[in-house]
């Protein structure tokens, strides 16, 4: 089962840090967002804005409409950093 | 090349002290950061960061900047978690030959770290708790190295 | 503010570490400059300087950058006399709200220093005694603050 | 009687960081230069140059040509700084 990291603001709306979603198949990136979002469509559009980044297994995703998201791996929706 | 993320606190004069800057360093320029308490309105800043994710990333910003500048060393500390006020949330340290090199990596590194590190930032007070965001001015100063 | 020149050696860290940075300073800057061993061709700088009007010169362009950034606090340490290889010759330490103001006088400080503080430095080695004088590149980089 | 100071290489070039200048009356800079080279013509020279600057009882002179050397007074030239 996929695993999904909320940070920031995106974590304070979903009200925890991580879940694990319950699939067993491959995801488009819109599919796991509704699925990650357990029916609240706030968190859903939240996750979706552009100045949203994603990571797959600690890896930026470059372009966030062609990701695929497997059993196993692991997803993080990061708002704008704010270090320093 | 040193990076540290973590919850410890730390000391920015002790780290500064044993800052290893060679034998043929001409300048070393540092930078502090500490969480302001603006009057008694914040209390603590909590920083999260994403274990492994955010290690990666500063290490990356860091090594581009000591390479596009012929560093000597480059030390960067950055605490995460809970941070009194009054406490030092970011150092950075750069040894060069020449001043210029020195002073431009750590502006140009505590530009990255506002715009590219992947940390989350909220501010608690007594009457406030809100994410902070980078402003336009840490996105223009983020900007105009990439320029160059 | 303070301003120091002095044939003293100094310790940067100590400096440091006793510079007041205030209640609301989020950031405080610095940098030092050392006598660079250049491989073992230079054993030490001699700094000539002249009393008085030398630490006037440099108190008014320290107060001039404190004024133009709004800083919190300013140090400039200036060692003069001979300074062996491998020593302090000049450290600037700025502190302010935010970290650009402090950076940017940081750097401001430094340049005005190569180019308008009243010092002369002779480099000594085993083959060689010469006057420095400030570079084309020093000139342009005390240039670009005028500008501004 | 007028004090010269001289500061750097132009130091090197006199020989010595300071000398009284046999004069009980007002010079202009140029005399000034002259009586204080002492025959040096190489240092005079060297004083005159468009790099050194001129500090007449520990104020910077911002126009050279237009001034005037009483007894008492110290006149240093400087050339260029090089700080930091």
């Known amino acids: 089962m996929p695993r999904v990291l909320f940070f920031g603001r995106l974590r304070d709306m979903a ?3 991580e879940r694990e979603i319950a699939c067993e198949n491959d995801l488009d990136l819109p ?3 509704r699925l990650a979002s357990l029916g609240d469509h706030d968190l859903e559009e939240a996750l979706a804005a552009r100045s949203v980044r994603v990571a797959l297994n600690a890896v930026l995703v470059p372009v966030a409409a062609t990701c695929s998201v497997s059993p196993g791996d692991e997803v993080a929706f990061m708002p704008p950093f ?3 | 090349m040193r990076v540290v993320v973590s919850t410890q606190a730390f000391a920015p004069d002790q780290e500064l002290a044993s800052f290893a800057r060679g034998g043929e360093a001409g300048a ?5 950061g500490y969480c302001r308490a603006e009057g008694g309105a914040v209390e603590r800043l909590e920083l999260e960061h994403y274990p492994g994710f955010t290690e990666a990333a500063i290490a990356r910003l860091a090594g581009d900047s000591l390479r596009r ?4 060393d480059l030390l960067v500390i950055h605490r995460v978690g809970a941070i009194p006020a009054g406490e030092a949330i970011v150092l950075v340290a ?3 030959a020449h001043r ?3 002073l431009t990596a750590v502006s140009e ?3 990255y770290l506002k715009t590219e590190a992947p940390i989350w930032k909220k501010e608690i007070g007594a009457d406030r708790a809100r994410w902070v965001e980078p402003s336009a001015a840490d996105r223009q100063a983020a900007a105009r190295w990439a320029e160059n």
């Open chain 2, 28 to 32: 070393v320029a540092s930078f502090v």
């Open chain 2, 109 to 111: 590194v505590m530009d």
């Open chain 2, 94 to 96: 750069a040894s060069s």
């Open chain 1, 82 to 84: 704010s270090g320093g």
């Open chain 2, 100 to 102: 210029l090199e020195a």
């Open chain 2, 69 to 72: 500048h012929g560093l000597i």
């Open chain 1, 31 to 33: 599919t796991f967002r």
């Open chain 1, 15 to 17: 009200g925890c840090s």
